[in-house]
Structure formats: structure tokens, C-alpha cells
């Protein structure tokens, strides 16, 4: 068990958003398993399958209630019944390509929906830790090779990445307009990570996924953009990170530094391209193939190199990524390999396995 993270958690209340979603769901096991109370307040499962239903979190759960981020009088009620110490924020549209498709809807979740959030929080006026998830896509990207820091510009060429830099300028504006730790008691951070994998995603437009799908089917994988460069990490990386910070929050309240952006990401040297990680699943996997999307358009949208620096997180949190991209993409092979292996079986004990293994990692 993570010495780090069990006495500023356990026994704690918890409220998560998003905690079926693939990061969400992830968390909300790892909370369960450090002894908070877990209150889950989210949209049903995205996808079938799904890592949530797959490793029963549902069961873990103190409260699992249904619903939209953007109901702001329902989000007000969960918060005030659930009395969180501390609330992670994951509810979002998380993927680029359907921000095209659907770009008021992605502002409308990712902006307006944190916006209810601390709006509820801020009616409550009870003091507690908030953790708001956003994405490394916040940054004004120029096509610079350098990796992001916290002080960069936040921008966004397509309404994904946008709405992210509006999700941070929310979270800005509630910190200084309302919640500043010695006059409200809450504590509002942002957690910024880069490109999540690991077992149980199955979201469309998402590299592992379109993979696994295609491996376990027998299929050749089709790969769009192989040669971008991307800041890959296993899911427990920056949920370790959220943690972290919740838990510094915790324990020093009257710290501002720790209300503030933090990046979770990769060393350097651990950065890979598209076609360096379809070729490490396909390798982790043991069989099948993949090849380049024919006719690749010129654009469609997403940067082509993302790099994202982690010295704030390293220097100030005492955090740092404890896998290897090898060992990222073995286990998260292992984990899908066992999924369907017995698809109708419980991946619960899978998944807390990989976060233990995670734990014992950093000690």
C-alpha cells in the first residue's frame, strides 16, 4: 500500500466526476483501495465494453449516481450530500477528433460543465481539496519541439485543445475570484497529463483501443499520423500525480504553491512516436500487424509533435513516473489479453494488481 497517499485519504469522502470513464473508473478503484469513501457522479459508461463494468468498480462505490456534468442543480445536491474532503473533476468530452464533430458540445461539457462543479462547491462553502483534470492540449501549440511548462500560453487550435485552455481559465478565475485557501478553505488545483493508456479503454479514435480491437479480431491495425510524437504514459502515472497533489493540499492547506497547474508525463527519453508504440503493442501482444492509413490526409487537426516538461511536478510534489514505456506497454497488452481471454469474468483483481505492482514500484 502507497504510504504516500493512505493516511491523507483514508477514511476520507471523495467525490470523483467522470468515474466511468476509463481514467475515472481507474481512480476509483485506486481511491477504494487507500480507504476513502467514493462517491461517483458521471454520464453511464461510454463504450461497451468498458474498464468501469469490466472490473466492477460500480461495487466498490459508497454512491454511484447518474448524471450530467452541466446539470447544475443536481451536481449542487451530490455535492452537498456527498460533504467531499476532497473532489476530483474528470467529466469531459476527452477526445480531439469528436471536438470537430461536435464542438459546441465539447465546450459546453469541458468549460461550462467545470464551471458547475465549483459553482456547486462554492455553494456548499464547505472547505475541501478539488483536483480539475484537464490536458496537456491547453497549450498554445506553435509547433514548438520543447516540452510545455505550467507558465505557457494556453491556447488551442480545434475546440478540443480549446476547451481545455478554457477549462484552466475557469479554474483561474474561481481560484482567485473565490477560493483562496485562507478565506474559503478550498483548494483548487489543475492536473495537466499527457496521452493516458493502459487496460480497459475502449473509446473510438484512440490508438490502443483501435489496436486491441484489431489484434484480438485477428485484424491488421490501420495507424493514422505514425510519425507523430507523443508523451505516453500508463493511467496510474498522473492519477499517482492527482493524488499526490490532493494529498499535499491535505496536508498543508495554507500552502498556495500547491494551488496551481501540474503537469504529469513522461521523462524525455521515454517520448515515442505513433509507429513506435503500435510496433510495441503489436510485439506485447505476440501476434498481427499494422500499417500506415492510405491517402493519410495532410491534416486533421492534431499536432504532430506534443512534448510536455514534468520539473515542477519532480521538484516541487517530489513525484515522477515510476514505468517505462515497456513496461507501460506490457502490461497494458497483459490486461486487455486477460479481458479477452474471458470477457464474461471480473478484471477487478487485474486491475488492482497493476495498481500494487504500481505502488511497490515507487518504494
Not at 470477457?343 to 477487478?348: A, I, N, V
Request: glycine content about 10%; overall charge negative; some cysteine.
Amino acid at each position: 500500500m502507497n504510504e504516500q497517499f493512505v493516511p491523507a485519504l483514508s477514511g476520507r469522502n471523495v467525490l470523483v466526476t467522470g468515474h466511468t470513464g476509463f481514467k475515472g473508473s481507474w481512480l476509483a478503484a485506486w481511491l477504494h483501495r487507500l480507504g476513502a469513501h467514493v462517491t461517483g457522479y458521471s454520464l453511464p459508461p461510454p463504450t461497451v465494453p468498458n474498464h468501469f463494468a469490466a472490473a466492477g468498480v460500480g461495487e466498490l462505490l459508497a454512491r454511484d449516481v447518474r448524471g450530467d456534468i452541466r446539470d447544475g442543480d443536481l451536481m449542487a445536491r451530490v455535492v452537498a450530500d456527498a460533504e467531499p474532503d476532497v473532489i476530483f473533476h474528470l467529466a469531459a468530452q476527452p477526445i480531439v477528433r469528436a471536438g470537430f464533430s461536435n464542438p459546441r458540445e465539447t465546450f459546453d461539457v469541458n468549460v461550462l460543465g467545470t464551471a458547475s462543479l465549483l459553482d456547486a462547491v462554492r455553494g456548499t462553502g464547505k472547505p475541501c481539496v478539488v483536483v480539475v483534470v484537464t490536458s496537456d492540449k491547453c497549450y498554445r501549440n506553435d509547433g514548438q519541439v520543447w516540452g510545455f511548462r505550467e507558465i505557457d500560453p494556453l491556447g488551442g487550435h480545434d475546440p478540443y485543445s480549446a476547451s481545455k485552455a478554457g477549462t484552466e481559465l475557469v479554474v483561474d478565475a474561481y481560484r482567485s475570484s473565490f477560493f483562496t485557501p485562507a478565506e474559503a478553505g478550498v483548494r483548487l488545483a489543475s492536473g495537466r497529463a499527457g496521452n493516458v493508456i493502459g487496460g480497459g479503454d475502449w473509446a473510438g479514435d484512440r490508438l490502443v483501443p483501435d489496436a486491441v480491437r484489431a489484434l484480438s479480431e485477428g485484424s491488421e491495425l490501420i495507424v493514422r499520423n505514425p510519425l507523430s510524437t507523443r508523451p505516453w504514459q500508463h493511467v496510474l502515472e498522473p492519477l499517482s500525480g492527482y493524488l499526490a497533489l490532493a494529498a499535499r493540499m491535505l496536508h498543508e492547506p495554507a500552502e498556495p504553491r500547491w494551488c496551481s497547474a501540474f503537469n504529469f508525463g513522461p521523462v524525455s527519453s521515454e517520448e515515442a512516436t505513433v509507429a513506435d508504440l503500435a510496433t510495441a503493442l503489436v510485439g506485447a501482444w505476440g501476434s498481427g500487424s499494422w500499417r500506415p492509413l492510405a491517402n493519410q490526409p495532410k491534416s486533421d487537426g492534431e499536432a504532430g509533435t506534443l512534448r510536455i516538461a514534468i520539473d515542477k511536478a519532480v521538484s516541487d510534489l517530489g513525484w515522477r513516473p515510476r514505468w517505462q514505456l515497456a513496461e507501460t506497454v506490457r502490461r497494458t497488452a497483459d490486461w486487455y489479453r486477460s479481458y479477452y481471454d474471458d470477457p464474461e469474468g471480473s478484471m477487478r483483481a487485474k486491475t488492482l494488481a497493476d495498481i500494487e505492482a504500481y505502488e511497490t514500484a515507487g518504494s
